[in-house]
């Protein structure tokens, strides 16, 4: 299983920007902090959200 940390999950035309907590019953693993129009907007938001936690970031999109 991969670490936690920020991810984008693509749901239908929009990107989720989420934060993925491994360690969490399957129903929590997933925290969506929002949603953005485009894969570049999403990666925009992990860039500032990165700024503030040093954790590392998966840069595949999962559908």
Same mark, same amino acid.
């Given at each position: 299983?991969? /670490?936690?940390?920020?991810?984008? *999950?693509? @749901?239908?035309? !929009?990107? &989720? ?8 019953? /399957? =129903?929590? *693993?997933? !925290?969506? !902090?929002?949603?953005? /129009? =485009?894969?570049? @907007?999403? *990666? ?12 590392? @970031?998966?840069? &595949?999109?999962?559908?």
């Amino acid at each position: 299983m991969k /670490p936690d940390g920020w991810r984008i *999950r693509q @749901v239908g035309d !929009l990107f &989720e920007v989420c934060k993925f907590m491994p360690f969490c019953v /399957p =129903s929590a *693993r997933w !925290l969506v !902090l929002g949603t953005a /129009p =485009s894969l570049e @907007v999403a *990666r925009q938001a992990i860039d500032m959200l990165l700024k503030e936690d040093k954790r590392p @970031v998966w840069p &595949e999109v999962l559908g």
